[in-house]
């Protein structure tokens, strides 16, 4: 997520994000995150906190981070918004639950017969430190971010391997087109690279008094690319609290070995204006002075 959208909308706002791809394939992607975002108008902006973590077969990612965005406000045109982000991140790699063809692993032994691979669980930390820029109005959204910025090499304390994050760039744009006074078309495209490889998510979501919505997705943009076709649905149970799921189904080889992907989504919001709240008057009462 774009660090910069913190208190874009002069809330406080807590998700948890919970995402099982490629299910039944061995060794599949799991991944969790939990971000909490807030204004901060002594600052002229707001602040994020978040913890990303990711499960690939035997490699284990976790990144925690803290991000700070100024707000320019552009009177009719809308909000612009431009954060910096300091992060930590470790990485591990769990050599215990690898079998090589010809290691030797009965009677409780654990040989990969192999120079490189570890047999021990290996960690390393390493900063890293993101940028991002955001603009928001009634209609529009866009944005883009560039992580990984400064990343130094990541070393394990066992000195059993050695990784160097890769620049990664991200760009979003929505727009909402309302059709009636109550039903709202929101189509929007997300592009992300490592400067490698390149994948595209093309959404179309529908949306009803802000309280109901549902969509597609597509990822990828050749046949090389193509990667999911996804249905998505959520619903605002009350002013504060927002729970959505999507389902991929897998549309590359990956689907004759897996069924599909899950992803559930839980937003918790103080939906208070806290920038109105912020210019109340005080009231001093001779009481308490």
Do not use: C
Not at 38 to 64: C, N, S, W
Not at 122 to 146: C, Q, R, W
Not at 149 to 170: C, G, M, Q, V, Y
Not at 250 to 275: D, F, P
């Amino acid at each position: 997520m774009n660090q910069a959208y913190a208190g874009l909308d002069n809330a406080i706002n807590a998700t948890g994000v919970y995402r099982s791809q490629w299910v039944d394939f061995p060794g599949a992607p799991e991944s969790y995150q939990v971000n909490v975002f807030t204004p901060i108008y002594r600052l002229h902006g707001g602040m994020g906190l978040f913890v990303d973590a990711d499960k690939i077969g035997a490699e284990r990612t976790l990144q925690a981070g803290l991000s700070y965005n100024y707000i320019k406000t552009f009177s009719q045109l809308g909000y612009l918004s431009f954060s910096g982000t300091i992060a930590l991140l470790q990485k591990s790699f769990d050599g215990r639950v690898i079998r090589t063809p010809d290691g030797n692993y009965e009677g409780g032994s654990l040989d990969h017969k192999d120079g490189i691979l570890s047999n021990v669980l290996s960690k390393g930390t390493s900063p890293l430190a993101h940028l991002g820029v955001y603009f928001a109005n009634d209609n529009l959204e866009a944005g883009i971010s560039f992580d990984n910025l400064w990343a130094p090499k990541l070393k394990a304390s066992d000195e059993s391997f050695t990784f160097k994050p890769r620049n990664h760039i991200s760009a979003y744009f929505e727009y909402l087109v309302p059709l009636t006074e109550q039903i709202s078309l929101v189509p929007s495209v997300m592009l992300r690279t490592d400067l490698v490889a390149y994948q595209s998510d093309i959404n179309v979501k529908v949306q009803f008094r802000n309280t109901l919505f549902g969509g597609m997705a597509l990822r990828g943009y050749n046949r090389q690319s193509f990667d999911a076709i996804a249905v998505f649905v959520g619903y605002r149970i009350n002013q504060n609290l927002l729970i959505a799921y999507n389902y991929d189904f897998t549309i590359s080889a990956i689907q004759n070995y897996s069924r599909g992907s899950h992803e559930l989504v839980v937003n918790y919001k103080i939906g208070k204006n806290w920038r109105a709240a912020g210019q109340e008057p005080i009231l001093y009462s001779p009481r308490f002075l």
